[in-house]
């Protein structure tokens, strides 16, 4: 295949409209349609407004957490220099370790203030991530970023911005693994009977598994390229504390 799909999903004169940008409201309303009909099965023990509520708190902790992760991990010198770069939304970056703090900033604000254990939040929570992963790689892949290494593969993509080389369309494989995978594990292949925080812990382990992974079939970012022992890239790096803390609470919540 070779690549040459419009990022653009509409034009209004010089006003454009982006899959990205489409594939986050997706996101948005299937979380919404799921989320409302686990709230009708009572699988969790809130109402629809302040489903409507958590569900607004944690878009915006994706959206800043994000922007600030990427802006932190992945161009900390251009912020150092002029910190406004943080705020040139249309030079694009999102982090996806950012936006989960940010998420998590938002479980624990939504928690307090209804006065809800933390981890019934987040066990609720997890399931509708993958939808948002999904949606998301999608949109790299719409794109044409966060592209592959070469690869003589029969599924292999050719982006000619870059070369004319085939390529891992990493950004399906993790669309794949991130988003239809780790739904169908959370959503139906963990019992309803788990622990009470299991299930994020599992979303923890179960996601730093694949993106690690993954990683190994992408390019790295080039003003960072690799970390540790020229192979280690960033988003390995950021996912290592995340399965340390999925493995923590699993074995520290065990007899709950």
């Not at 139906?188 to 788990?194: E, G, L, M, P, Y």
Request: glycine fraction near 8%.
């Amino acid at each position: 295949m070779i690549h040459d799909i419009d990022p653009i999903f509409l034009s209004l004169g010089d006003f454009h409209i982006y899959w990205y940008g489409i594939m986050y409201l997706i996101a948005f309303l299937m979380a919404l349609l799921l989320g409302n009909l686990y709230i009708k099965n009572e699988v969790i023990k809130i109402d629809r407004h302040q489903f409507s509520d958590l569900l607004f708190y944690c878009f915006l902790g994706v959206f800043i957490g994000g922007r600030l992760g990427y802006s932190l991990f992945y161009n900390l010198s251009s912020t150092l220099d002029n910190p406004l770069t943080i705020f040139y939304l249309w030079n694009g970056g999102m982090s996806f370790h950012g936006g989960f703090f940010g998420v998590l900033v938002s479980i624990i604000y939504f928690s307090k203030k209804n006065k809800v254990s933390f981890f019934l939040i987040s066990d609720f929570i997890v399931k509708l991530v993958p939808i948002g992963l999904f949606t998301g790689r999608i949109g790299n892949f719409i794109n044409g970023e966060l592209w592959g290494k070469p690869t003589d593969l029969a599924w292999g993509v050719v982006f000619p911005k870059i070369d004319i080389l085939p390529r891992h369309p990493s950004q399906l494989y993790e669309a794949f693994f991130e988003g239809v995978i780790l739904f169908l594990i959370l959503n139906f292949v963990i019992s309803k009977n788990t622990k009470v925080s299991h299930t994020t812990a599992y979303f923890l382990v179960l996601y730093s598994i694949f993106r690690f992974t993954i990683e190994f079939f992408r390019v790295p970012d080039n003003h960072i390229g690799y970390l540790m022992f020229n192979w280690v890239t960033m988003g390995q790096t950021l996912c290592i504390p995340m399965f340390i803390l999925g493995l923590y609470i699993l074995k520290i919540r065990k007899g709950n």
